[in-house]
């Protein structure tokens, strides 16, 4: 019998092709928000935010999630503690 190669072109027009999701290093997004970097990097630690990845350079980039996470905990900051924060996002993820 007799294959039917698809070529590159072929291929690609059946599945479109899509964008790799943006990822921020910790200082685009002290940039956009009102968090330091140290802020930022205390977060992460505590388990309030999470990178998505690691560069191969050792710096951890976080994916646009990232924004909502921080808006939602700083309207908790008004009313509770980090820890209540984090055990508040924990129970709500799980």
Same mark, same amino acid.
């Given at each position: 019998?007799?294959? /039917?190669?698809?070529? +590159?072109? #072929?291929?690609?027009?059946?599945?479109?092709?899509?964008?790799?999701?943006?990822? $921020?290093?910790?200082?685009?997004? /002290?940039?956009?928000?009102? $968090?330091?970097?140290?802020?930022?990097?205390? $977060?992460?630690?505590?388990?309030?935010?999470?990178?998505?990845?690691?560069? +191969?350079?050792?710096?951890?980039? $976080? +994916?646009?999630?990232?924004? #909502?996470?921080?808006?939602?905990?700083? #309207?908790?900051?008004?009313?509770?503690?980090?820890?209540?924060?984090? +055990?508040?996002?924990?129970?709500?993820?799980?």
């Amino acid at each position: 019998m007799f294959e /039917v190669h698809q070529s +590159d072109s #072929e291929k690609s027009e059946k599945k479109g092709f899509t964008a790799p999701e943006k990822l $921020y290093r910790i200082g685009e997004i /002290v940039r956009c928000t009102p $968090y330091s970097r140290q802020t930022i990097h205390n $977060y992460t630690i505590m388990g309030l935010i999470k990178e998505a990845l690691w560069t +191969d350079g050792g710096h951890r980039l $976080y +994916d646009a999630s990232v924004f #909502e996470k921080l808006s939602q905990i700083a #309207e908790l900051r008004k009313t509770k503690t980090l820890g209540q924060i984090r +055990d508040l996002l924990s129970n709500s993820s799980n």
